[in-house]
């Protein structure tokens, strides 16, 4: 399992990747977030992070926010900062855990191994006929692959990595502006939902009139 671990505190980054490692995890470590954003933009191999908050050149929580939710990365965050409303905060945003210095290093691998045990059993997700496998982002119909294009397929990962929750036409609209780095039209959402529903050839994808996109989970 590949580790990420974001720590400016060297004694920390040597103890911990000590343990780490010879508990069978790869460890990468960055004591910036200049240095953390440019490894997490170009790595989807990445199978936890462990995240402090204060960084020399900015504050963890941003670095969660602005790429590794939307990657959806599982996250601690290990921190000095015990504060209640920090902590509730970081917690409602999607984090995994939230632990405080100073810390034991087995609950910390304790509380991986629990969170890694239960994104394997999530990584892949079925509705109706249609199979989404989260960590390979495949979308699979009756166990063959639909090929769709670049946005496409990003635009149907928000929609799953959201899985039961409603995703905002103007949330969509800014990321495809994002990757693209053009204007996007408000049309520009309602034709590529549509090719994306004509490739599923299935009717998984509600629409919230006037709000945006949604895809419910079959319960069992």
Same mark, same amino acid.
């Given at each position: 399992m590949n580790i990420l671990l974001i720590e400016d505190n060297l004694n920390i980054v040597k103890g911990l990747t000590y343990s780490l490692v010879k508990?069978?995890?790869?460890?990468?470590?960055?004591d910036t977030i200049k240095k953390s954003y440019e490894y997490i933009n170009k790595n989807d191999n990445i199978d936890l992070i462990i995240l402090d908050i204060t960084l020399p050149d900015g504050n963890g929580i941003d670095l969660f926010k602005n790429i590794i939710k939307d990657k959806n990365i599982p996250t601690i965050f290990l921190t000095a900062i015990d504060e209640e409303e920090v902590i509730v905060n970081s917690l409602n945003l999607g984090i995994e855990d939230y632990i405080t210095k100073p810390f034991s290093t087995?609950?910390? +691998?304790?509380?991986?191994? =629990?969170? !890694?045990?239960?994104?394997?059993?999530?990584? /892949? %997700?079925n509705v109706k006929d249609i199979k989404y496998d989260l960590d390979k982002m495949i979308v699979y119909k009756s166990n063959k692959i639909i090929e769709l294009s670049s946005i496409e397929l990003k635009i149907l990962?928000?929609?799953?990595?959201?899985?039961?929750?409603?995703?905002?036409?103007?949330?969509?609209?800014?990321?495809?502006?994002?990757?693209?780095?053009?204007?996007?039209?408000?049309?520009? +959402?309602?034709?590529?939902? =549509?090719? !994306?529903?004509?490739?599923?050839?299935?009717? /998984? %994808?509600?629409?919230?009139?006037?709000?945006?996109?949604?895809?419910?989970?079959?319960?069992?």
């Open positions: 508990e069978n995890f790869k460890v990468t470590s960055f087995k609950e910390l +691998i304790a509380r991986m191994n =629990k969170i !890694i045990l239960r994104n394997k059993k999530q990584n /892949i %997700i990962n928000l929609l799953f990595t959201n899985i039961n929750k409603v995703v905002k036409r103007d949330f969509i609209l800014d990321k495809i502006w994002e990757w693209t780095g053009n204007d996007v039209l408000e049309h520009t +959402i309602t034709v590529y939902m =549509k090719r !994306i529903r004509e490739k599923l050839g299935s009717d /998984i %994808i509600t629409t919230v009139k006037g709000i945006g996109y949604r895809i419910d989970e079959e319960q069992n």
